[in-house]
């Protein structure tokens, strides 16, 4: 089956930068993506890797190897409007159909 | 940006009615749209892929003929949720794949909130 694995729950200090892992398993792939959810809210979209590397969009990077089957998303300078859920999610196909992991929720303390 | 809307936003309807919830992209057109089911502390699980003019496909799990998805324009898809029931009750959340947009971004509405009695 497809699964997609994140720590459940991380905690960081305001001013802090913090690390969220995704791994993947999946049949197809054609790259990761990352959201960000806050409680009640819809999803916003914070970036995507198709090649490996890192991709860098003000404070969020994102970074993907397929060789590990693995990508993060490096949050730095945190503040307190950071503490979210964030979900990786994998596009496996050229339907564009997005599976999606299990989720992180962020908390971000003073 | 690229702007979903729903509606209605929220829902309470009692045991054994349909619901129709609404999926419009405003600023652009839309030629797939899917729908995503959300239980509270929970990730987001694709229901279907909605395709303007063709059948919805339905993901392993799901019932058709439960959760009927029309797309009868590049603007607008709609799910019924056919005699619902209380184990319905959940976050119904649609996205729709921009055509002009690269297609790498799926742009989220805001979630319809169900509540079955």
């Known amino acids: 089956g497809q699964s997609l694995e994140q720590p459940s729950e991380v905690t960081a200090v305001e001013g802090a930068i913090v690390q969220i892992n995704c791994t993947y398993q999946?049949?197809?792939?054609?790259?990761l993506s990352w959201y960000q959810q806050h409680d009640g809210g819809a999803p916003t979209f914070l970036s995507y890797?198709?090649?490996?590397g890192l991709e860098e969009t003000g404070r969020f990077s994102s970074f993907l190897s397929r060789s590990d089957s693995y990508g993060y998303l490096l949050l730095q300078e945190l503040q307190m409007k950071d503490s979210a859920s964030y979900f990786c999610a994998a596009r496996m196909d050229s339907s564009y159909k997005l599976i999606f992991g299990s989720g992180t929720r962020l908390l971000v303390r003073p | 940006g690229a702007v979903v809307s729903q509606h209605p936003s929220w829902v309470i309807c009692k045991s054994g009615t349909s619901v129709k919830i609404e999926c419009r992209s405003l600023d652009f057109q839309a030629t797939t749209m899917f729908w995503y089911r959300q239980f509270p502390k929970q990730s987001l699980m694709l229901m279907a892929t909605?395709?303007?003019?063709?059948?919805?496909?339905?993901e392993q799990g799901v019932e058709k003929d439960k959760f009927l998805i029309n797309h009868a324009s590049l603007t607008l898809s709609t799910l019924t949720v056919t005699s619902a029931h209380p184990e319905d009750s959940s976050f119904y959340i649609c996205s729709a794949r921009a055509l002009d947009r690269g297609g790498e971004t799926q742009y989220f509405g805001p979630g319809t909130r169900l509540l079955v009695l």
């Open positions: 999946t049949s197809g792939f054609y790259g």
């Open positions: 890797n198709a090649l490996d």
């Open positions: 909605s395709n303007e003019g063709s059948k919805a496909t339905y």
